[in-house]
């Protein structure tokens, strides 16, 4: 059973930056790709970015291209998600997954098997 820990969230003021990281640990190699979710208050949970774990593109959601960046280590067996100029709308709980599955829609929740336990991020105005 794959497991994954994140970490990294917290508070920051618009305009700022935070990197979360989620380490992923148990049978890895059965991987194909890492995404990050986020989900706010009352809200669905939507795609924010995923990567191949062979190293193939990212994957952004357009709200947050040119923002954030994906990128992983895989001798680390960890997938970090770095986003700057953070906006309020941004606040949310960022969910780290895992999907098994081959050739399968990266920026779809229901092909992803494993998941975090999520990390706060809450930007001021």
């Known amino acids: 059973q794959v497991q994954l820990v994140e970490s990294g969230g917290g508070l920051v003021q618009a305009g700022g930056s935070l990197r979360l990281s989620c380490a992923a640990s148990?049978?890895?190699?059965?991987?194909?790709?890492m995404g990050w979710f986020c989900q706010a208050p009352g809200k669905e949970r939507e795609f924010v970015a995923a990567?191949?774990?062979?190293?193939?593109?990212?994957y952004y959601a357009d709200s947050v291209r040119g923002r954030f960046t994906i990128s992983r280590d895989n001798a680390k067996n960890t997938v970090y998600l770095q986003m700057n100029n953070l906006k309020p709308e941004d606040t949310a709980v960022y969910y780290c997954?895992?999907?098994?599955?081959?050739?399968?829609?990266?920026?779809?929740?229901?092909?992803?098997?494993?998941w975090g336990q999520g990390a706060q991020v809450s930007v001021s105005s």
């Open positions: 997954a895992a999907d098994s599955f081959p050739d399968s829609d990266y920026t779809t929740k229901t092909w992803y098997d494993h």
């Open positions: 148990g049978p890895t190699f059965s991987i194909y790709a």
């Open positions: 990567i191949t774990w062979s190293g193939e593109r990212p």
